[in-house]
């Protein structure tokens, strides 16, 4: 018992000890609409209060996120999650990336195969012709 | 030369042009409650259960259907919201007796520095919690402070997208209390 209480202990101290520069580039002003660690208005020196108090209680970065949240609400996360609309923020840019690529593939398929892009061939030389050249190039 | 439509490419580029407009829609202010208002339509007032500030449990403007209710958006780290906190407090202390009420939507605060902010004023109106602004939002609101009158029907009267003063509330309240639900 005395055994796992001190190995306890040591996984507590060696837990990196959450801090402010760590979190508010991953939460955002919620009135300014920009990321805590640029904004200067009074919510976001009031947010870096709420932190800096978490912070001081002894709260992890995950359990100042979740009191963040249940203070300002999800959108006061960087990270919008995967929950319910939120997945189209991710699969959204997916799908646009990979139409691209089918465009582009498309594309050089076409552009490689394309009939128009490839120069004639001229028509053959009748026999007349034929004789003429060799005489020519012969004499 | 033949013009190429590369059928990927162009749903690629639509799906992007329809995300770049729903942006900008999205992101203007409604005015349809502020037009509607000024012109002397009652629109009903949205209605949402919301936690409240002082106290465990939920409420709602349903809740006050029968009475007028100045609704209150304010933060406390907004500075106009101090400054007009003093004549909210004492509007509602002067329209309760008439079937009347000032009702806070604490919004987008945390909640430990809203308790502070009312204690620090001695003011004793209750507030509502809107953490995120979603219901805020259904009323347009865009900053702080902002207030609306709540008739005795639930119907939005009067609004106003700055602090208050005593001669807007005059201007509103008096009628609003005369009148029958």
Redesign the interface.
Known sequence: MKLFAAFAVVLALAAPQASLPDIEDEVMC??CGTVLSVSSS??A???R??IREQIAAGRDKEQIKQALV???????LADPGTGGFNLTLWL?PI??VL??V???G??YK?WRGAP?DEPELPPPLSPEDARRLDAELGG | M?L?V???????AA??VG?LAYGLVAKRSDTTLDEAVANGARPAAPIASLPWLHTGGQGSLADYKGKVVVLNVW?????PCREEVPLLQKTHEKIEPQGGLVLGLDT????N?ALAFLKERDATFLSLRD????YGREFGVTGYPETFIIDRSGRIAAMRRFPVTQEWLDQHLPKLLAEQA
């Open positions: 919620v009135e009074p919510v020196q009031q947010e209060d709420f249940a203070e300002y609400g999800e959108e006061v959204v799908v646009i139409l691209a089918a465009g582009i498309v594309a076409r128009e | 033949r190429r590369f059928w990927p490419v162009t749903v690629a799906a992007l995300l933060a406390s780290w907004c500075d987008q605060d945390a909640s520095k953490r995120d602004r979603a």
